[in-house]
């Protein structure tokens, strides 16, 4: 008799309860679970030279390590996931911990389970997304850390192959990911992996090396950086670092750091009309024409 038959007939002889009340959970090797969020902001860089003017820049909420493994290297704020609570759960509880924030836009970004991302133990991870605004941040550095800090991240393209087959093709690039907080300067090369065969098509990516960058954390980064340029082009989500009240100025210089690119304001206006209203209030700086204050339109389409 087929094998599957005979464990199925053995299961209809005894009721679910029967069979949860004797399963053994010690029968499988069980792998802990973590999550990692990624907070987005946009913050003033500090300047060098004191008579520039600080500039704003879109930057990330690293945490330094205040133990084994990857000692006073920098890492993604985190921890592992309780046995009962759910992932988001877990992740909001972290933020809370690292940061102090609590409800605020949190996205699922991807699951990481490579065999020994962790050299502790087998670790699958789930990332998040935060982004918040500045205004409203209070750093605090976990029970694990013993520092925090901000981050400014720049990429730069190191290297583009790209190879053509019968059934497709298969672009590698490299790309050195950098960041930066005033004072010392990590870094990484991430190796990323496209193939088209025919009508299936896969992704890789994997860290080549890292300087100061802890466990796979490099290529969590560089997802999320690329997830969120993409969003910015389509969604809302951009609204999550600005401020309850906001001038379209604010509000189209934030689109331009996270793009990377410059805006004409007449279309990037009409682009956002139907997302924002007016709120018959004006900016108070003194010296300067009043400008409108914004907010976003709670009837706005879905997006």
Not at 66 to 76: E, R
Not at 84 to 104: C, K, P, Q
Not at 175 to 186: A, S
Request: with cysteine; proline share 3%; glycine share 6%.
């Amino acid at each position: 008799m087929d094998g599957s038959r005979s464990e199925e007939q053995k299961h209809e002889q005894i009721s679910e309860q029967q069979f949860l009340a004797t399963y053994n959970v010690g029968d499988y090797e069980r792998p802990s679970v973590t999550v990692d969020m990624l907070v987005f902001t946009i913050r003033n860089e500090t300047q060098s030279n004191y008579r520039k003017l600080a500039e704003p820049a879109l930057q990330l909420l690293m945490i330094r390590r205040g133990g084994h493994p990857f000692l006073g290297q920098w890492a993604l704020p985190g921890g592992f996931v309780s046995m009962d609570e759910s992932l988001e759960e877990a992740a909001r509880r972290e933020l809370y911990t690292e940061t102090g924030l609590d409800n605020i836009y949190l996205e699922q970004l991807y699951t990481w389970g490579d065999v020994r991302r962790d050299p502790r133990t087998r670790v699958i991870s789930c990332s998040y997304m935060a982004l918040v605004d500045s205004s409203e941040l209070e750093l605090e550095a976990g029970d694990d850390a013993s520092e925090a800090d901000w981050f400014r991240m720049e990429q730069r393209l190191v290297e583009e192959k790209r190879h053509i087959h019968e059934h497709g093709r298969i672009t590698e690039r490299q790309i050195q990911l950098i960041l930066m907080n005033g004072t010392e300067e990590l870094s990484a090369v991430i190796e990323t992996k496209e193939s088209i065969e025919g009508r299936v098509r896969s992704n890789s990516i994997r860290v080549v090396e890292a300087q100061g960058i802890a466990f796979d954390h490099a290529k969590i980064i560089l997802y999320a950086l690329e997830r969120l340029h993409s969003k910015v082009e389509y969604t809302d989500i951009a609204f999550n670092l600005m401020p309850d009240t906001f001038t379209l100025t604010a509000l189209q210089k934030v689109y331009e750091i996270i793009g990377g690119k410059k805006l004409l304001a007449a279309a990037f206006r009409r682009k956002i009309a139907d997302w924002v209203v007016e709120t018959g209030e004006y900016t108070g700086s003194a010296g300067h024409r009043p400008s409108r204050l914004y907010r976003l339109n709670p009837d706005r389409p879905a997006t």
